[in-house]
């Protein structure tokens, strides 16, 4: 079992350095980068968060920007493109996801994240983070991506 996103297994999180390229050509720095932008649809907010200057700043405006009306509805499936895109693109990171084989992915966090992560303070969480990243393993196992 994986319980944190730490050490050996820090390229899990949607913070590690992991550039990679969407469908319209725009490039993200992480997955942070990528999920925080989607939020928005407005191009100016979006551009401010796709250049962000790191993966903390990208979250912050994340949070101040106007936000697409149906977000609570797409969030997951954004966050499973990002993640595939991530895996898809920077090969090493995809052999490191395989080699984890079936071991269950949780991301344990003392933030309180409770939707994407489990928070280990409360002892409770959906770790929906951890379900999608064992969904792209089994893709990347499967040569899907």
């Known amino acids: 079992m994986i319980l944190r996103f730490e050490k050996d297994h820090r390229y899990l999180s949607n913070f590690y350095p992991s550039m990679f390229q969407v469908e319209t050509g725009h ?3 992480t997955v942070e980068h990528f999920y925080q932008a989607m939020k928005t649809s407005s191009e100016e907010w979006f551009k401010q968060i796709m250049w962000a200057k790191s993966p903390g ?3 912050k405006l994340g949070k101040q920007c106007p936000m697409v009306e149906n977000w ?3 969030k997951d499936s954004m966050m499973l493109t990002g ?7 920077n090969k090493n990171l995809k052999e490191k996801l395989i080699s984890t084989g079936t071991d269950v992915i949780i991301e344990g966090n003392t ?3 409770s939707y994407w992560g489990y928070d280990l303070k409360l002892g409770y ?3 929906r983070l951890g ?4 969904i792209v393993r089994l893709w990347a196992k499967e040569g899907k991506i």
């Open 83 to 89: 993640l595939k895109h991530k895996f898809q693109q």
């Open 27 to 29: 490039r993200f720095a």
């Open 131 to 134: 379900q999608l990243l064992m």
């Open 111 to 113: 933030w309180g994240d």
């Open 72 to 74: 609570e509805q797409v």
């Open 57 to 59: 700043e990208a979250k």
């Open 125 to 127: 969480g959906q770790n």
